[in-house]
């Protein structure tokens, strides 16, 4: 399956030098032994030893079509022998026509006409929208949300929700406003869905009731927060799908208070959640759309944003607004351009819906038989695994930590004989496994993971 | 040499599409009518009508060794056939090595131990490189150079000199303090270098003379700005070269005031002008280093920093302190890491140095025959040509972008056939043509630029 | 009472003048009309045609010890005989006086001790207040409360709850977090004080839970907003009584959290609710307390800071760290120290008390006369009668205008015969009086006052 | 003279008190002895045993017209027994009156019509100033000078040139662009006024010349700078005065780059140096003037500002945009209208022309005896010695220490018995008495500050 290794160099000597020459800043050194992994195919990393580990989070959702999906590595191949560098100042077809197919995308999921604007890395897209709204409004204050994540430039981390990543960097100027998200299994105000009537909602109504509340200024008419940035499913926060109505209703009161939503669909768009857009479930259109990773299936760091038209037009984002030397490299849009085109000879609507369906009843048998999972959910193949306490509610942060590093120390005992588990931690208690399997899993990949996940957390379990 | 065309659009329907669904925000409008390429090839660029184009300014620096290089064409192709695609909290063998042969370069050049942190993107390094100093000092104004390029997220911006990329986007609250740069052929302080004795540097040193300069608390011995950002040779200003003493003496003012210098290698890095790190030339040693672009040869956009153990010791930048999805990807490091490797089997510091004095002989040689260049001058292979009227001072931006555009219109009459030319306008007149040609440039190429200059100069004069 | 009038002007070319030559910014014109007046005493002001007019306002509480109160009237005119004016970086008796009195009152009130650091305006005193805070914490990001007011500088207007304060005068880059203020009348939470256990406080307990709530970085165990500005009976929000626990509750938070409380007592200090401080009525103990208005008893802007030890010692508070040239001025502490002396001769904790208890009684009295009245409350001298349509609830700011307009419009009939009636407007929706009567108000005055409400609540009813 | 001591409390005593309650953070404990006075009357200040103290700075300007200026002084008086309080939100005659003059005087010396609005402070006036430039450009970077004073509240301190106002409070995000002043005598580019042709207003011109020049943003013709602060005669900063062509050609500049002229005549107006406004000597009109100090001779905080119509017009800054409680009180504007009054009954552009020029003469005599007085100058009454080295150019800030404290330390001998001299430091490198004589010192009260500095510069050089 995978390729024998290249490498001369032993583990050993390799994790030397990363001691030594390697910056531990990024999130590499949250495990106390990092895994070395040396190749990759459909739903599966190997390390070394060409150990398989079954991955059941695929990069953060950016390898959503598998690991070494041919037909996209065919065209990146193709591109590297065709036209693999050129300057962004000139044009070449693949930008174009990747740039296209995203705004009928988004032209048929919003009903608004739009342009797409390139760019490298989701915080750089992330920041482009901000200088749109910016542009568009003259005010740079934004709300968002708790639990909310969108990038760890400065400009992104304003805007994300924890103080973690701005504490060691003195001021944040534009520091956002953050709303409770609707996180119904903990709801922030002690309701339960059944009867709460959306009181979440109705406590950001109450934000412009007055002047004095201090959003709005009735006589001018005009909010002090411009746009409100939004995960339509939350993702580092722990894989939350809000209620239905949610977004419908809160978009009203944007909409009144003249604030802009923006949709980051960095993690969850391209049918993750089994819709090209997540925020299609909900029903609300909103006037950015932010997009990344799995646009080119991890391939490169292609991003990009769509605007509507009266926000991006040549006449309001005129030449020269932005720029990024490598915002439609080649190569990225070769493997976006094959990667939108791989999707489109996809059913993913019916396949994801009908996968994460599968997958999210194992879950939901997995919950009864261990106590120490307090919620499982998801949407399409979204999916998440709340693991608790026994009162299943009090969030278990050292099982969860037990169970991740067990998985990727790999030699676990599986029908398909030595077997890793790939996992991800996220959610406000670092006590949720955020499931983001291949799209293109199957329902035997399932049954091990869920096989995966039985043993583990009965393994784990047993240890504490 | 280049491939035929694969395209089945015609350039008309192409165009239509660009117009009506991509942003015209980024740089590409700034002509009035965008060149499409669909090919490339060491020094040459191909358009769809497979004419080529020989390019003086290869992507800004980003593919120094020239378009297709084998080499580093294969090792990504390796890397798509064995590891793609991995998450970066996990580790693989390139970033390893790459990482460590960037440190070692600058333990080499600066005499310091430290540390890479890769990112993608210039600006987001910068942003990094950001988040160290305020980590650092816990305070966020810097300084900067008129004239200076640093790229455009919101905090890049901020340090970034024109006026222009930040005036649609609001309040900036770290706009930087700009420093004239050493422009010597438009000396800001009207003076020549046989007789100005590093006033410039003078006049740096008289900000922190007294607390009501504005910059020093004399009784805390502390500074208000507390970095400056620079580029060792300025790029998009103009590839202007600063007087040899200029950063020794400017670093003996910075040490004294507490001042950190990073040194943004993104456009000059990788033996640009003839050294690893341009900064070499001048004998400072800076505290961080910026480095993207011809890393991987303009494969990826991967981009790092590099800064000194006590500003990223894991101590100091612990786990969690920065991260992007894809800062460390596969398909970057292995580009980067052939790259290095590239690098490291060629004799570029003499190679380099001899092929920018040959071209700037000739350079010379074409502005004695052209009263409408008012300088000319380089190091290494970056390379100016300042357009002005015939008093060889005033900026002739007419004729600058005349010749430009008929470049790029092709069809130029060549002792090889008909040709084009890529050149780069840059400059704080937007009069200056920037040359950076492939280091892998040959004599015979460079008399074929010189040869297409030289009947541009003379046939868009006469238009005039 | 009031002498004769001195003017030779009209009040017609008055008008003329004050039209064309005076600035409309401040808050003079809020009224149609604006009034003159030109002489006062006691409870009274009197116009230009030396008709009487009760103040229940008293100058938003400036001048709690009556109009013209005569020891404090002699002490300033001695002061104008004895030293005048000093330099405030000399020293003179009155000024060591009156911050020794104010320091003991804040020992005695609060258990700590402490040092006083006079300006002028309550809205200097605030922001040396911020730079306390900012000086020790290297932050200066600040919570206040909707509904709370704490000035119009640009700092003071951060924290300051309306938007329409900070509007017109672009980016805040210390914009406050706005805490909903305990305002049971109208809970923000539609809760009711017999059953909601404090929900409110939970709810600001709930912001810290994880760093995810954006307020709290739970690895460093550091807050990233630093003080919490309170008025402990909101003044211009609509003279709000918080619930008796509620600061004691959130106080234990923000102790757990590292947040400095700072106590504004500008409008409802010295005795205005029966004690010196108004938070002594809460049992709480605030690192810095805020004062001014009643201070001099309206004779001099002279205002202040307490701060305890830790943060004002000369250690940490050095020399020069702030400044203003009437910081100290001899006409205000003159002023101060009269007015400390006065009030120590009274005994204002019984008889505001009391005078509080008589007048409330006959505000609940009227509210059971005019079903336009929704609520009366008050806490000592601070009262409020919230004007609302006949449910009780919804605010009536038309009403409200039309009451205070023919209050000031006077000749009112009174059983004093023709009359005058001063009240302010305060509130979220602009529908309160918050009425603030002399401290030295007789019975008399009460029974005047409750007898002109009624006339308008009756007149003022029937022409709508 | 002075009357009799009221005072019961030892000097002991009080310092006693004043070291345990008063803050330290204002200047007073600059002197490592702070003095008490408890008397003043005309030019002199009155220790605690009644010994007299000529008075050569008149609490930085405030004091322009005497100590107990007896008009001023019955003007108070009679306030106090008419109208002593009043809210803002009322109008009195004075405030008219004295709107009405202050709008002429501008209109007069500026060709403007305009509006005043008062506040308190000359902090608070300058942050008014500071709402109307934001408010009229949507911007809030402003340009001030190097050795400009402007206040310190936080708003005030972004604009102050001196780095240790700002650094204990942590970020401001609105930091000034700090110009050099044209202080001649230690020119900031090292030239001589005789062949400079006016170098430093050319290099204020540069700053325009291109968007990379980091100022002005050349398609949209604006600047990122909106306002330039200048006080006319640098007060703080050393009673400086600019060479007389300087303000009239960078107004030129300012004009063509949308900026507007701030004047700050807090410390210089009211013929301090022998116009109404210093600024008048200049020949530009402002857009805004900020004024306080003298304006009550110090008696009352009473601080304004005016501006031309169409920034502070009621539609441009209408009701509401500003407040303080005690922005006119009527004993700030009873002393002002009695201020004003008194100004025009003098002659003070005759009178202050020539005692300048008499104590001008008499400094420069004493310049000539010592070797430690490197310069004197002057404009009117605003007088300026600075003490230097032999050299007559190193800054002796130890000798001005020394004849500081003498001063204070009182019982020099003269020809008027045993006396005391107040003096005040500035300039950058604290080595300057700024000389600020009452306006109405006689010439015999000059020969005493001649003959009691000559004594201090003989006597403490002698020390050294």
């Known amino acids: 399956m995978s390729s024998s290794p ?37 739903s599966f990393l190997y390390d070394r030893q060409d150990q398989p580990f079954l991955d059941l989070q695929m990069w953060y959702s950016a390898v959503n079509f598998g690991y070494k999906n041919k037909t996209i590595i065919d065209a990146v191949k193709a591109q590297l022998d065709q036209l693999p560098q050129l300057a962004c100042q000139y044009l070449h077809e693949e930008k174009v026509l990747a740039a296209e197919k995203l705004a009928e995308e988004c032209a048929r999921a919003f009903g608004q006409e739009g342009r797409v604007q390139f760019n490298v890395g989701g915080a750089q897209a992330i920041e482009d929208s901000m200088k749109l709204v910016r542009n568009a ?11 909310g994540y969108h990038g760890r430039t400065l400009g992104a981390s304003e805007i994300t929700s924890s103080y973690r990543y701005r504490r060691r960097y003195g001021h944040f100027s534009n520091r956002a406003h953050f709303l ?51 995960e339509p499913v939350q993702a580092t926060g722990g894989y939350i799908v809000p209620p239905s109505e949610y977004f419908r209703r809160v978009k009203k009161i944007l ?58 037009s040549p006449q309001h984002f005129p ?55 307090g919620d499982v959910d998801g949407l399409g193949l979204a999916l998440r695994i709340e693991v608790t306490h026994p009162d299943r509610i009090t969030p278990n942060r050292t099982l969860t930590d037990r169970i991740f590093e067990a998985g990727l120390a790999g030699a676990l005992p ?37 096989e995966l996940l039985d043993y583990l957390f009965t393994s784990c379990a047993e240890v504490a």
Chains 1, 2, 3, 4 share one sequence.
């Open 414 to 450: 599986s029908s398909r004989g030595p077997m890793g588990l790939v996992l991800d931690i996220g959610g406000y208690y670092k006590n949720v496994f955020t499931l983001a399997p291949s799209l293109e899993i199957t329902k035997d990949e399932i049954d091990l993971g869920l």
């Open 137 to 147: 409004t003259g005010k740079s204050l934004f709300m968002a949300f708790m639990g």
């Open 319 to 373: 030449p020269g607004s932005t720029h990024s030397t490598f915002s439609a490299n080649p190569l990225g849009t070769a493997a976006a351009w094959a990667t939108l085109q791989w999707i489109d000879q996809q059913q993913y609507e019916r396949r994801v819906a009908e996968a994460g369906a599968y997958f999210l009843a194992g879950l939901k048998q997995l919950k009864k038989r261990h106590e120490t999972i």
């Open 180 to 230: 409770p998200f609707p996180y119904c299994y903990r709801c922030p105000y002690g309701k339960t869905p059944d009867s709460c009537n959306y009181y979440c909602v109705t406590q950001v109504e109450r934000l412009f009731e007055t002047e004095y509340n201090s959003f709005w200024d009735a006589k001018a008419e005009e909010p002090e927060f411009v746009a409100l940035y939004a």
């Open 6 to 42: 290249k490498s001369r160099l032993s583990e050993d000597v390799l994790r030397q030098k990363e001691s030594r020459y390697c910056s531990h800043g990024d999130t590499v050194h949250y495990s106390p032994a990092p895994k070395f992994f040396q190749g990759c195919d459909g």
């Open 255 to 312: 909409d009144e208070r003249k604030i802009l939503l923006v949709d980051d669909e960095i993690q969850m768009g391209f049918f993750r959640t089994g819709k090209f857009w997540t925020m299609e479930h909900f029903g609300v259109s909103p006037s950015i759309v932010v997009f990344g990773k799995a646009m080119t299936n991890g391939l490169n760091p292609l991003s990009g944003i769509w605007a509507e038209e009266s926000l991006i």
